[in-house]
């Protein structure tokens, strides 16, 4: 086995987003493990709240969303008046695991 230190192979799914002006691509890149410690901390925590929980994972989700900030303000604008941000955050992880599991 050969491990190989590359930042840039952090596997990551590319989304098409499509509007009136434009198509624009972003990158949604995986979680890395300092994410996941925030987030297991969190559920850990005997205080911590499910809003806490959903706002770190909102704000990982953000993180790891790359490409032109115009695009990224309409998905944003986009799900705030026509769906649930939080089904398309679980879809786009869905489609990561499914990345995953072609190693």
Not at 27 to 37: D, S, V
Request: zero cysteines; aromatic letters at 10%.
């Amino acid at each position: 086995m050969k491990l190989k230190l590359d930042p840039n192979n952090r596997k990551f799914i590319e989304i098409g987003v499509e509007s009136a002006d434009g198509t624009y691509m972003l990158k949604y890149y995986e979680k890395n493990t300092k994410q996941i410690k925030a987030l297991k901390k969190v559920a850990r925590s005997k205080d911590s709240t499910v809003d806490e929980l959903e706002k770190i994972n909102e704000d990982q989700f953000f993180e790891n969303l790359k490409g032109d900030s115009v695009a990224i303000k309409k998905v944003i604008d986009f799900y705030e008046e026509n769906g649930n941000i939080y089904e398309f955050i679980n879809s786009l992880d869905k489609e990561l695991g499914k990345l995953k599991g072609n190693d």
